[in-house]
């Protein structure tokens, strides 16, 4: 894994089968794809990595669920919005508790679910500097490498 940087790279937003779409988006920077349902949203989360997934939890054959785990599965590890427009409390804290990031309530003001998007990319950007380092500091700190003298 590359070191983490500030990167310009466009950030990926994956959009399972809501009724709206993130198109407006891209624009701003983010790359998204728009999935035609479950099966097709499972299958892009085996085919590249996402900084972000954003579903609704209910689509078609689906409680919208399978994608959270399915993306929880996937490394590295997607910050996961849920949404819906047929929540309820106890569904939106099932989903946290499964591991998702967020659960949105539609209707939703596009700026609203913007600046949710933005809190998911940092979380996702201080989780991938946290994981480096934590995977490289002992290398660097290890016993073997400290030197002293009396």
Same mark, same amino acid.
């Given at each position: 894994m590359p070191q983490p940087s500030g990167s310009s790279r466009p950030r990926s937003a994956r959009w399972a089968k809501s009724g709206r779409s993130l198109r407006g988006f891209a624009p701003a920077g983010y790359e998204v794809e728009d999935p035609r349902g479950r099966a097709q949203a499972l299958s892009l989360l085996d085919e590249r990595q996402y900084d972000v997934?954003?579903?609704?939890?209910? /689509? #078609? $054959?689906s409680d919208g669920l399978d994608v959270l785990r399915k993306a929880l599965a996937t490394d590295p590890t997607p910050a996961?919005?849920? /949404? #819906? $427009?047929h929540g309820t409390i106890d569904i939106a804290v099932e989903a946290i508790k499964l591991g998702?990031?967020?659960f949105v309530q539609k209707p939703f003001a596009i700026e609203?679910?913007?600046l949710r998007l933005e809190r998911a990319l940092?979380?996702?950007?201080?989780?991938?500097k946290v994981d480096?380092?934590?995977?490289?500091?002992?290398?660097i700190y290890s016993f073997d490498r400290i030197v002293g003298s009396n």
């Open positions: 997934v954003v579903s609704d939890l209910r /689509m #078609s $054959g996961v919005i849920l /949404m #819906s $427009g998702a990031f967020d609203q679910m913007r940092e979380f996702r950007r201080l989780k991938y480096y380092l934590t995977r490289t500091q002992p290398d």
